[in-house]
């Protein structure tokens, strides 16, 4: 009897991987393989250890206070204690990486296709010569489907769009046909569109390449597009790893299914989004909003006089770039609309279509070409200031890089406090006691008062920023894409403290995103742009459910995991 051995198809093999830094347990035990030819995702929230396997598997950990033990094997060889120059041969060549903010990775001072010719200099240095090197990017960049390669190629990274950026970072990444592509959260602040764009391409390429791919998200909806095979971590510790089918139909650890019900339903219209803690125990039938109990709320709504109307509001903007002179472009077509005490109103639409312009002319920091903005029934007038400033502390911004918007240097106290003083001037007493109540309002502690924000985590910044926007007692808040950002957990506690604060407070909003599964959640009437025009303007249900325009129904297509979930 002949024995057939047992073909090895393992590309990557991880066993018992412990990783320390400075002391602390950040890897504990993990044990996975990446086969050959196959899409591997690794799931979790932030600070799971995603992106730290990610780095074990590349050599990029600080070897400082690093602490590491088990094996990685690439190819059957051991990576384990490699020496740099080693490492140099293997990142970029048989190993390629795409990080998660591209705008970041790329040089600002280079062209687009020197930048990826850096990569082809490194790993094969006077190989090609400078016109078949150029060629071999061309066809790269054709082959991420980039529109006119010869301009991304000649183009500064500023000059192009986000989703355009990522592509280039796929194509230097994959310029050495790599075996492995790392995808570290590719898709992370995309519009949906893009997101969903940047995913087919990946798939594709990787049936064209006959590479294996690791993608890291911390979205299991969106993997569920992608891979072959799924790990779930918490906490540096694999919770539970299997096909993706078998992951979404029958989850057995709490956690995943925390995960997996984190991301808004579009097929029912809950109270309360469930979260990690609280999942496996939700009540889901006593969850569910009763849609004429939602019927009665928006008669009583829409019942009221309007708090903020829009009257055909225009904006034209002068564009320029490295190959035309400046020409007006219409950011927003006269749009009008209103929005009514205890309303949330939903702006939804792709990168581009001036949802965002539409925000910032609200409140006047970029002021309309045309049209008029009325609070309260009153025309407001840009010329006088106190007009403007009283608009400004009854509708307060919140916007989506919380990172950006509070001072590196400043306390979180001292950044609430400074908002609280300069509209009430009461004694340094008081306005500390009303920084502490907002605090409490927003479910932080009195500790975080002498925090730094660079201490704390994406969703904690994200409760400051919405803390100083309380902070002037306003009517409305605008939400610009406030939650595209954050881990899928976190964004369910940001989006159930919003309408905790909208009831208590009774606020309105303005929530601008591209992802209808979140504008659907907390709005009662949405409003799809396109171009700087109304394309619809509906209740939020019906929207979802009767789509009119093709931009609408391309934005319900592209919601990751739809499939599963209805």
Request: hydrophobic letters at 40%; glycine letters at 4%.
């Amino acid at each position: 009897m002949r024995i057939t051995p047992k073909i090895n198809n393992d590309l990557f093999k991880i066993t018992d991987l412990k990783v320390s830094i400075d002391g602390s347990l950040i890897l504990n035990n993990l044990n996975f393989s990446i086969s050959k030819n196959q899409i591997l995702a690794i799931v979790g929230e932030s600070g799971s250890g995603k992106t730290i396997t990610a780095l074990s598997l590349l050599g990029l950990l600080p070897e400082k206070k690093l602490k590491q033990s088990g094996s990685i094997s690439f190819n059957s060889f051991s990576l384990i204690g490699l020496k740099q120059k080693q490492w140099q041969k293997i990142r970029g060549n048989k190993i390629g990486v795409v990080f998660q903010e591209p705008q970041s990775s790329l040089n600002p001072s280079m062209r687009c296709g020197s930048q990826i010719k850096e990569v082809l200099d490194v790993h094969f240095p006077k190989k090609f010569k400078s016109k078949e090197c150029r060629q071999l990017i061309i066809e790269q960049l054709i082959q991420v489907k980039l529109p006119d390669p010869n301009r991304i190629y000649q183009a500064y990274p500023h000059e192009i769009s986000g989703g355009q950026k990522q592509r280039v970072m796929i194509a230097m990444a994959l310029i050495c046909k790599p075996q492995l592509l790392i995808a570290d959260e590719p898709t992370t602040a995309l519009d949906v569109l893009v997101q969903k764009d940047i995913i087919e391409l990946i798939k594709e390429i990787q049936l064209t390449n006959s590479m294996s791919v690791l993608f890291i998200s911390h979205d299991l909806s969106l993997v569920s597009e992608i891979a072959d095979k799924i790990i779930v971590m918490n906490k540096g510790v694999i919770v539970e790893q299997g096909k993706t089918s078998k992951i979404f139909s029958n989850p057995q650890d709490n956690y995943t299914k925390g995960l997996l019900n984190s991301r808004p339903p579009l097929n029912l219209r809950l109270k309360r989004l469930p979260t990690i803690n609280d999942n496996h125990h939700l009540n889901l039938k006593e969850n569910i909003i009763d849609p004429t109990q939602r019927k009665i709320h928006h008669k009583n709504i829409y019942s009221k006089a309007p708090l903020l109307k829009i009257k055909k509001l225009s904006k034209k903007i002068l564009v320029s770039s490295w190959f035309s002179s400046k020409k007006p472009f219409d950011a927003l077509k006269e749009i009008t609309f209103k929005l009514y005490p205890g309303e949330t109103l939903g702006i939804l639409g792709a990168s581009g279509c001036g949802k965002s312009t539409l925000g910032r002319a609200l409140i006047f920091l970029d002021p309309a070409t045309s049209g008029d903005v009325f609070f309260k029934n009153k025309l407001i007038n840009l010329k006088i200031s106190s007009q403007i400033k009283d608009l400004r502390k009854n509708i307060q911004f919140v916007f989506q890089d919380s990172y950006s918007a509070l001072h590196p240097k400043k306390t979180i106290g001292n950044i609430i406090y400074e908002t609280v003083n300069f509209y009430e001037k009461n004694s340094i007493e008081e306005n500390i006691n009303r920084v502490n109540e907002l605090l409490d309002q927003v479910g932080l502690s009195k500790e975080f008062f002498n925090r730094y924000s660079f201490e704390i985590s994406g969703g904690q910044r994200q409760r400051i920023v919405i803390a100083r926007a309380l902070s002037v007692k306003p009517k409305v808040l605008i939400f610009d894409e406030s939650v595209a950002a954050l881990d899928i957990s976190v964004q369910a506690r940001i989006l159930n403290l919003l309408n905790k604060l909208k009831k208590e407070l009774n606020l309105s909003f303005i929530f601008i995103s591209h992802d209808l599964s979140v504008v659907k959640h907390m709005s009662d009437k949405i409003m799809v742009m396109d171009k700087g025009r109304i394309i619809e303007y509906t209740e939020a249900d019906d929207l979802y459910k009767n789509p009119k325009s093709e931009i609408t129904k391309k934005l319900i297509d592209s919601i990751p995991g739809i499939s599963f979930r209805n």
